[in-house]
């Protein structure tokens, strides 16, 4: 009995460290720091064009709207977790829908990233351009840090979204 609780916590403990190198090796081996979309951010003289990654999100995301952050709480796997210890997957977003261009308009709107998918945080008080998606338990979620664009009204991409969506 005694060797079938320490298996346990030993398969719980191996869970979590194999979580943790997962988690890492998924942050060295992304692009983070080169930001695809940052062209269309910076605007220009020249003319504007979507980007192939920004047209992907678009056609792919069931909401694009942009959302004011109210609230930010833990997403905690419990399962994970043990005492003293909290397991943290992810992050759930609360806002204030601004504008929507795709998806069912609401004021209110409540929105998963898991730190697998992304680690940068959002803030709360900012506005972000979001491209989320259903998942399979009827959560919207983002599913890259590249589907949540700060401060979207510098640069052209508002009005390009404009111009797609009514051209």
């Not at 079938?4 to 943790?20: D, E, H, P, V």
């Not at 220009?44 to 992907?56: I, R, S």
Request: aromatic share 8%; charged share 20%.
């Amino acid at each position: 009995m005694l060797g079938g609780k320490l298996n346990r916590r030993y398969l719980t403990r191996f869970a979590w460290f194999r979580y943790a190198a997962v988690l890492a090796f998924t942050l060295a081996a992304s692009p983070l720091a080169a930001d695809p979309l940052s062209d269309s951010r910076k605007g220009g003289a020249e003319g504007v064009a979507l980007t192939v990654p920004l047209k992907q999100q678009l056609e792919t995301a069931e909401l694009v709207a942009r959302v004011e952050i109210t609230a930010v709480q833990r997403l905690i796997d419990h399962a994970l977790s043990e005492p003293g210890m909290t397991a943290v997957t992810g992050y759930v977003y609360s806002g204030v829908t601004q504008r929507v261009w795709k998806g069912a308009s609401v004021a209110h709107i409540a929105f998963r990233v898991h730190l697998a998918d992304c680690v940068e945080k959002l803030t709360r008080g900012r506005q972000y351009l979001i491209f989320a998606r259903t998942n399979a338990r009827g959560y919207l979620e983002l599913l890259s840090c590249e589907a949540a664009i700060a401060n979207p009204e510098t640069g052209n991409l508002l009005a390009e979204l404009e111009q797609y969506y009514q051209g």
